[in-house]
T-cell receptor, first 114, second 117 residues
């Protein structure tokens, strides 16, 4: 069965600093990969997704992610974090034949220090 | 585009009563809708998948008689928590997806917080 690991439960960065959130997956074939962000008490907003093609994916709010097949990773990056980026970030994986179900990681809570 | 709404956003009810939560796709037709439950500071747990016009598929361990799901149209799915008890208190989130010919992207609603007294 496929699984998703987000190794960092909490991350704190200073405003203006760069950010990288890690995501590793376990799946035998090429997965479909997503990053979502959740603000407190809110639903999830899609940041970006990878289905195929260029392994560097651009998303909303200045985020990008790179799919590295050799490392089974899909890390999320942002060059300069804003205080409004403080939220919970979830990596999710879908797979062919999965009925479009997603497997979510446990999430990374991002805190931004001013 | 791809906006999903949920109603209500908050609900407080007495133990033993039933609560209905609506999930609507506002600007697209959702061939599939998903219902999740999220406990504080935890990830999302998929409860069930519903396709328009057919019975929902429940995940292992989810009581189908407890959590009734109806997907009567391509824009509306409902989750009814029957005979609610305090342990059913949680944050319920729906998502909707449309068939784009490839892996569908799930778009999430804002969630419904249920408190059972």
């Amino acid at each position: 069965a496929q699984s998703v690991t987000q190794p960092d439960i909490h991350i704190t960065v200073s405003e203006g600093a760069s950010l990288e959130l890690r995501c590793n997956y376990s799946y035998g074939a090429t997965p479909y990969l997503f990053w979502y962000v959740q603000s407190p008490g809110q639903g999830l907003q899609l940041l970006l997704k990878y289905f195929s093609g260029d392994t560097l994916v651009q998303g909303i709010k200045g985020f990008e992610a790179e799919f590295k097949r050799s490392q089974s990773s899909f890390n999320l990056r942002k060059p300069s974090v804003h205080w409004s980026d403080a939220a919970e970030y979830f990596c999710a994986v879908g797979f062919t034949g999965g009925g479009n179900k997603l497997t979510f990681g446990t999430g990374t809570q991002l805190k931004v220090e001013l | 585009g791809a906006v999903v709404s949920q109603h209500p956003s908050w609900v407080i009810c007495k133990s033993g009563t039933s609560v209905k939560i609506e999930c609507r796709s506002l600007d697209f037709q959702a061939t599939t809708m998903f219902w999740y439950r999220q406990f504080p500071k935890q990830s999302l747990m998929l409860m069930a998948t519903s396709n328009e016009g057919s019975k929902a598929t429940y995940e292992q361990g989810v009581e189908k008689d407890k959590f009734l799901i109806n997907h009567a149209s391509l824009t509306l799915s409902t989750l009814t928590v029957t005979s609610a008890h305090p342990e059913d208190s949680s944050f319920y989130i729906c998502s909707a997806a449309y068939d784009s010919g490839t892996q569908e992207t799930q778009y999430f609603g804002p969630g419904t917080r249920l408190l059972v007294l």
